[in-house]
């Protein structure tokens, strides 16, 4: 793997995007969004994923310039309309607007249609957390996974997360696909030429398989069977139902529809730790509930117990201090698009 300074990464990849016709400020966003997830140790949502931004961006499937509309503005609620823009910079523009209702109210939330794909959920978690907010996000996804006793793609892996903000210097972060796994787990172990572990999937005549492509052809399983399935259909009705974006089947893949746009949904609810309690005291109690757990009894061979957040805040320190690893075909992408659009490639490798 190869290793880059987040600051040189994050230059590269908004000049890609600037050079695709994404004003400046947004591709400066856009290229936070992606580094972030390599950063904190999740590159199946990061940098890998410029290519096919780019690529649908080039087909006319994603407008770089596209506004975020207000369909709907009732007290602390927003309906709001993506515009066919980037998931990544429509959804932050939709919490700028949630932040002051959920200032001045306690609690917002809004829907988002018309959007795309936009990384990960913790990244927008995580930027509510470091201004003293709570927001639980969610969103469909392209169909790749069956419900409960089936075999054909309907739900999204249709994430759930959630940054709650501590004094410890990282948030809880609980951010879950309702899939056994996340799907860009499979196309990373695609790229690779590498099985899949057995019980992730099915191929498309229903039965197991640790084939990667045939897993991408076929279905990813729930994650706890049943209960998945239900928290899948939860996310769908918040996600899509609610708010007009296309339901299931009907959304538009990233990879194989690039005939058509993809129609997601995003579902937040913003809340103000103030309008519970005193701050001060609410970071008394959750500082202590991460102590408790912390010294509960550890299982034989376990030296610490860590909380959900705990291990992508060093993974990302870590990454600050030796560089962001890239793969190499990430990294023979972003050169591809750098002699397209003519785009100098100084990402030097960082000092180890």
């Not at 994603?62 to 993506?82: M, Q, W, Y």
């Not at 492509?213 to 706890?224: C, I, P």
Request: glycine share 8%; proline share 6%; aromatic share 6%.
């Amino acid at each position: 793997m190869n290793r880059f300074p987040k600051e040189t990464l994050e230059d590269l990849v908004a000049q890609l995007a600037e050079g695709m016709g994404v004003p400046q400020p947004e591709a400066a966003l856009f290229a936070e969004t992606l580094v972030d997830a390599d950063l904190r140790g999740v590159p199946t949502h990061g940098v890998s994923r410029l290519n096919i931004y780019l690529k649908r961006i080039e087909s006319g499937l994603i407008d770089p310039k596209a506004e975020l509309r207000v369909d709907r503005h009732t007290g602390s609620i927003l309906a709001l309309d993506a515009g066919n823009g980037l998931g990544q910079v429509q959804a932050r523009k939709a919490l700028d607007l949630l932040i002051p209702l959920a200032r001045q109210n306690g609690v917002a939330a809004a829907t988002i249609r018309n959007s795309q794909h936009f990384g990960a959920l913790s990244w927008y978690c995580n930027y509510a957390a470091a201004q003293r907010l709570v927001l639980l996000a969610m969103t469909n996804c392209e169909p790749a996974m069956s419900p409960e006793g089936g075999y054909e793609a309907f739900f999204g892996t249709n994430p759930i997360a959630a940054s709650f903000p501590t004094g410890k210097g990282f948030p809880v972060k609980i951010d879950l696909s309702t899939s056994i796994v996340a799907r860009g787990n499979i196309i990373a172990a695609q790229k690779r030429n590498e099985p899949i572990p057995p019980g992730w999937a099915l191929d498309p005549e229903g039965n197991p398989t640790t084939d990667a492509s045939q897993a991408l052809l076929g279905t990813v399983l729930t994650m706890a069977g049943h209960k998945g399935y239900a928290l899948a259909l939860l996310v769908e009705l918040f996600s899509s139902v609610l708010s007009g974006a296309a339901i299931g089947p009907e959304i538009g893949s990233m990879y194989k529809n690039l005939d058509r746009k993809q129609d997601v949904g995003h579902f937040f609810c913003l809340f103000d730790m103030e309008a519970f309690m005193d701050y001060a005291e609410y970071l008394r109690r959750i500082d202590e509930t991460i102590d408790r757990i912390k010294a509960s009894k550890k299982r034989p061979g376990v030296d610490e117990i860590l909380v959900p957040g705990e291990r992508s805040a060093r993974k990302a320190a870590l990454n600050r201090e030796q560089g962001i690893p890239v793969s190499p075909e990430t990294v023979a992408e972003l050169e591809q698009w750098c002699a397209r659009l003519r785009v100098a490639f100084n990402c030097q490798e960082a000092a180890r």
